[in-house]
């Protein structure tokens, strides 16, 4: 069985451009995760997706977003990157209602470098 | 005051030694607590989860929660080399977001 996979794997973009990334969740699942891991700053989350709604959001600016396809599957946008917005963009999934710890499961991550 | 605290490293050990990780947590509602290990470029695998207190054991791995001083521990015996790492202490409540300290580089010295 497949797990989550993220494309790109690696993505440059110049400051000022817009940054798209992709999640395909394990089949089956039905609740999608973003999250951000900075040099020095940990996992810090960014929006979960449930049902093709947005169930909550981090501390992010507006200039984050994203959305949640019919099959489940998901985008990350990121609009007028900033120096600072490089990171491995991590995505994770899960069943919706049975939230226990072990049914979310991590991607390998899409590293974004802005130049 | 952050969410969950975990002291980042590194921390260097000799390959055979007992490793001690641990992290706080600051809201006592807080139902799961887990550890994941991240290798260099690579998404955290779920090591070992809890539910509410107490002890778990997985091999040479054993997780500890203590609710009352909010205190978890991750206890790693016979190190190998392999199990150089980044260790990310979470915590969870069902059916919402995971939060995460910021993970303590570990590194097992052959």
């Known amino acids: 069985e497949a797990g989550v996979t993220q494309s790109p794997t690696h993505l440059i973009k110049t400051r000022g451009q817009q940054a798209t990334l992709r999640c395909s969740p394990i089949s089956g699942h039905t609740s999608v995760y973003w999250y951000q891991q900075a040099l020095g700053l940990g996992l810090q989350f960014l929006l979960w997706?449930?049902?093709?709604?947005?169930?909550n959001r981090g501390n992010f600016p507006p200039r984050f977003s994203g959305r949640q396809f019919p099959n489940y599957s998901s985008e990350l946008n990121v609009n007028a990157l900033e120096l600072e917005d490089s990171a491995l963009y991590l995505c994770?999934?899960?069943?919706?209602?049975?939230?226990?710890?072990?049914?979310?499961?991590f991607g390998e991550g899409s590293w974004l470098t802005v130049v | 005051q952050k969410e969950v605290e975990q002291d980042p490293g590194p921390l260097s050990v000799p390959e055979g030694a007992i490793v001690s990780l641990n992290c706080t947590y600051s809201?006592?509602?807080?139902?799961?607590f887990m550890w994941y290990r991240q290798y260099s470029r690579k998404g955290p695998e779920l090591l070992m989860y809890t539910y509410s207190s107490g002890n778990k054991e997985d091999g040479r791995f054993t997780a500890q929660v203590d609710k009352s001083s909010k205190y978890i521990s991750l206890f790693i015996r016979d190190s190998q080399p392999s199990d150089s790492a980044t260790y990310l202490c979470a915590v969870m409540n069902r059916d919402d977001k995971i939060i995460f300290g910021k993970g303590t580089r570990l590194h097992i010295l052959p």
């Open positions: 997706y449930d049902e093709g709604e947005e169930r």
């Open positions: 809201n006592s509602a807080f139902q799961y």
């Open positions: 994770a999934s899960s069943f919706t209602g049975t939230g226990g710890a072990d049914t979310i499961y």
